[in-house]
C-alpha cells in the first residue's frame, strides 16, 4: 500500500462510540468512501426520526450513507459493491453475514472494548466492571466467522479504577479504541500490520446481553460483589431491585464492611438522610436512585419527599 489514500474504506457503526471513531480515520487523512448504520427511527414525545450519531457526522461531511435493514439484500449489496472499497471497519453495528464483511480484498475490521479473548460479547465494558477487573484494553482484529474470535492486530490496555463506571471505563476505552484503530490503519499501509491468531486454551470470561434477570441486585451477596455491579451498570442499563412494590434503579452505592446478624435485604434509615441496606458481609448506602415513576435523584432528595416508615424489607 503506497499511501493512506490507496485505502477505500467502509465504515459500519451506529452510537457515539462509532462516531468518535469515524471522526478520527476522516480528519487523520484516510479515504472513507461510504457509512452503513441503522435506519432513522423515531424517538421522543413527537416521534421525530432519530439518526444515528455516525449517520449524522456522515451527513455533515457529505460521505453516502447506507442504511440497510437487511443487510442480504441484494440491492444493497449491488450498490454496495459499486464503491469498490478495499477495506471495511464496524464498531458497535450488528452482526455482518459473510457476504458483506467478505466483500472487501483487505477484509473487514473489527474493533472490541476488552483485551480479546477475553469478554467477547455485547457487553465486554459492563462485564469487566461486574466481575471486579483491574485491567482491560482494546482490540482490533480480523472478523471472521466466529463472533469475536478473528486474529488480533493491535491491543491497548487500560487500568480500571475503583471509581470508574461503566460510562466512565466507556469515555477511556473510545478514545483508546481512537488510537488502536489509527495504528491499525497505519501499520497496514506500512505493510508492518501482523496477524495474531487468539489464544484459546486460557479461561475465558464471557460478556453477554444484558437483560432484567442478570442486572438486579441480589442482596444477599458480598457487598463488594453488589458495588461492581451497580458501578457496571451506571449509567445504563443501571442495577435494579424492588422498593415498596415498585422498581428501583440504584446508579450509585457506597459500602461498608460490619458484622451483621440481619437478614439481607433489610433497610435502615433515619427517614430523611440515609437509605442502608444489609448485605452478606455489611451495609450499602443508597446514594444516587431512581424510584418508577419519579425522576433520578440524590438519596436525601428522594427521602425528604418519600415516606417509608411502613416498609421493613427492600428486594423482596
Request: with cysteine; proline share 4%.
Amino acid at each position: 500500500m503506497k499511501s493512506k489514500e490507496d485505502l477505500r474504506i467502509i465504515f459500519l457503526g451506529n452510537p457515539e462510540f462509532a462516531r468518535y471513531h469515524l471522526e478520527q480515520i476522516i480528519t487523520s487523512g484516510y479515504n472513507v468512501v461510504a457509512v452503513i448504520s441503522a435506519p432513522d427511527r423515531p424517538a421522543g414525545r413527537g416521534m421525530k426520526l432519530l439518526a444515528t450519531p455516525v449517520t449524522t457526522y456522515a451527513r455533515e461531511q457529505n460521505i453516502p450513507c447506507l442504511q440497510p435493514t437487511n443487510l442480504k439484500n441484494d440491492e444493497f449489496l449491488k450498490t454496495l459493491a459499486t464503491y469498490n472499497a478495499n477495506l471495511q471497519i464496524v464498531i458497535a453495528f450488528r452482526m455482518l453475514p459473510v457476504v458483506v464483511w467478505d466483500m472487501p480484498t483487505l477484509g473487514t475490521i473489527n474493533l472490541h472494548a476488552s483485551l480479546l479473548p477475553q469478554y467477547r460479547g455485547a457487553a465486554p465494558i459492563n462485564w469487566a466492571i461486574i466481575n471486579g477487573e483491574k485491567t482491560t484494553g482494546v482490540s482490533t482484529f480480523k472478523l471472521k466467522h466466529e463472533i469475536d474470535t478473528g486474529d488480533l492486530l493491535v491491543q491497548k490496555e487500560c487500568a480500571i479504577e475503583s471509581t470508574d463506571t461503566a460510562g466512565t471505563l466507556h469515555d477511556k476505552l473510545m478514545h483508546l479504541g481512537g488510537v488502536a484503530v489509527l495504528e491499525t490503519l497505519e501499520k497496514l499501509v506500512t505493510g508492518n500490520l501482523a496477524e495474531i491468531p487468539q489464544k484459546t486454551s486460557e479461561s475465558l470470561r464471557e460478556a453477554p446481553k444484558l437483560f432484567t434477570e442478570n442486572t438486579a441486585i441480589t442482596w444477599d451477596q458480598n457487598g463488594e460483589d453488589i458495588i461492581n455491579l451497580i458501578r457496571g451498570l451506571s449509567p445504563y442499563p443501571v442495577a435494579h431491585t424492588i422498593f415498596d412494590d415498585k422498581k428501583m434503579q440504584v446508579f450509585q452505592a457506597r459500602f461498608e464492611s460490619t458484622v451483621t446478624s440481619q437478614k439481607s435485604g433489610i433497610y435502615t434509615s433515619d427517614g430523611k438522610s440515609y437509605l442502608a441496606v444489609t448485605c452478606a458481609n455489611g451495609i450499602l448506602y443508597l446514594e444516587n436512585i431512581k424510584l418508577q415513576g419519579k425522576r433520578q435523584m440524590q438519596i436525601r432528595d428522594f427521602l425528604n419527599g418519600y415516606d417509608i416508615g411502613h416498609l421493613n424489607a427492600i428486594g423482596e
